[in-house]
């Protein structure tokens, strides 16, 4: 961590992330207005938190100091930095010691990607899901024999080419499992700058403006040798083009259809009536008749309370199904219930999100920072 004039200490959100994910204590006074608090805040397992607006503290932090626990780490967040570098400031002045400020504020947050990796695979590759802990999105990369497929690819583009560059293989394909709601994807981007191939349901593009190649059941797509491929899955219920993946016998990436402790919400297209029917079947049916020793891999987290061993969000297919509250509704009315009443409040700016992942608009970066701030609500129990 770097210091600010022997003053307080910068830390990074890759810092943050490591001790989340490393269950280390940690004290967070964020500093935002109460409204984006109440939104969307830093969670784990050992983080305790607060929030104090910034304006509350322009005449002093002496309001804050009485709720800061000795002998903790501390950590001052706001939007963007500079709120949190003047907060921070005025606590150390007060005589506190191990003060820090989060480096870029929340937006630097919702942004940090850490790949963790999943397992190797038979023909001696490898999975790695990338988590990214402030929003709880996940994306995959697939790796054999000097190539790599990535799937439900984040905006963070050069993240994946960095990491694909580190590990020696080239890019040969990206895949969305459906048309995001929630991110800005970064497929196309990713495959224009890598030369791969972008993957798209076709029952979910019929509205895009590009090119894509079309994703369906039936043909599988290989990855460095005839051995390792990837299956497609059709999986309706999120969207009408919702698909899954099967990895190596081992891996079903259930995109936003199945999650570790919900289920996929039906809403976002505008279409939870009309599509109900295919979530229940999907989950009940297709799902049912898949072998139950597969690890599911979800595109989302809700809770941190999904988060395993070192970040990683996965489980296996028959515990779900023992467990998951969406998995075990019996009655058809009930489930028809669930995903279409009371459900959490529609991610940000979904609806523009949407489009741009058509192609139909084309938002500066800065943007799509914004649109994307904020969690995922992608789930029906995200409450």
């Given at each position: 961590?770097?210091?600010?004039?022997?003053?307080?200490?910068?830390?990074t959100a890759k810092e943050l992330t490591r001790i989340i994910l490393a269950k280390e204590e940690i004290f967070i006074l964020d500093v935002r207005n109460e409204n984006d608090y109440n939104?969307?805040?830093?969670?784990?397992?050992s983080v305790?938190?607060?929030?104090?607006?910034?304006?509350?503290?322009?005449?002093?932090?002496?309001?804050?100091?009485?709720?800061?626990?000795?002998?903790?780490?501390?950590?001052?967040?706001?939007?963007?930095?500079?709120?949190?570098?003047?907060?921070?400031?005025?606590?150390?002045?007060?005589?506190?010691?191990?003060?820090h400020y989060l480096e870029g504020g929340m937006k630097a947050w919702s942004e940090y990607l850490e790949p963790v990796k999943i397992g190797d695979l038979k023909d001696g590759g490898s999975l790695y899901q990338f988590v990214r802990i402030g929003k709880g999105c996940l994306s995959y990369m697939v790796l054999s024999k000097g190539e790599a497929a990535v799937i439900d690819t984040l905006r963070m583009t050069?993240?994946?080419?960095?990491?694909?560059?580190?590990?020696?293989?080239?890019?040969?394909?990206?895949?969305?499992?459906?048309?995001?709601?929630?991110?800005?994807?970064?497929?196309?981007?990713?495959?224009?700058?890598?030369?791969?191939?972008?993957?798209?349901?076709?029952?979910?593009?019929?509205?895009?403006?590009?090119?894509?190649?079309?994703?369906?059941?039936?043909?599988?797509i290989t990855i460095g040798s005839t051995t390792l491929r990837i299956q497609p899955i059709y999986s309706p219920g999120h969207t009408i083009g919702s698909t899954s993946f099967i990895i190596d016998d081992q891996y079903l990436l259930t995109g936003d259809i199945l999650f570790i402790e919900s289920i996929g919400r039906?809403?976002?297209?505008?279409?939870?009536?009309?599509?109900?029917?295919?979530?229940?079947?999907?989950?009940?049916?297709?799902?049912?008749?898949?072998?139950?020793?597969?690890?599911v891999l979800p595109a989302h987290f809700g809770k941190v309370t999904e988060l395993g061993e070192g970040g990683r969000v996965m489980a296996k297919l028959s515990d779900?199904?023992?467990?998951?509250?969406?998995?075990?509704?019996q009655q058809e009315k009930d489930f028809r219930s669930a995903v279409t009443e009371n459900l959490p409040p529609q991610p940000n700016a979904y609806q523009?999100?949407?489009q741009?992942?058509?192609?139909?608009?084309?938002?500066?970066?800065?943007?799509?920072?914004?649109?994307?701030?904020?969690?995922?609500?992608?789930?029906?129990?995200?409450?």
């Open positions: 961590m770097n210091t600010d004039a022997n003053r307080m200490n910068m830390m939104d969307w805040k830093i969670e784990g397992e305790e938190i607060i929030n104090i607006p910034y304006f509350d503290l322009l005449d002093g932090v002496d309001e804050a100091l009485d709720k800061l626990p000795d002998g903790k780490k501390l950590l001052v967040v706001c939007a963007k930095e500079g709120s949190s570098k003047f907060v921070a400031e005025q606590i150390v002045d007060a005589g506190r010691t191990d003060v050069d993240v994946f080419e960095q990491f694909a560059k580190e590990q020696g293989v080239q890019i040969k394909h990206t895949l969305d499992t459906h048309l995001h709601a929630d991110h800005i994807s970064g497929g196309r981007k990713l495959a224009e700058q890598s030369g791969a191939t972008y993957w798209l349901p076709p029952k979910d593009a019929t509205e895009v403006t590009f090119d894509y190649e079309k994703l369906e059941e039936g043909q599988g039906p809403d976002l297209a505008g279409k939870a009536e009309d599509w109900v029917g295919d979530l229940r079947n999907t989950l009940y049916n297709r799902y049912k008749e898949l072998s139950q020793d597969l690890i779900l199904f023992l467990h998951n509250p969406g998995l075990n509704i523009e999100i949407r741009t992942n058509m192609g139909k608009i084309t938002p500066s970066e800065e943007e799509q920072r914004e649109m994307e701030i904020g969690p995922n609500r992608c789930a029906v129990h995200d409450k």
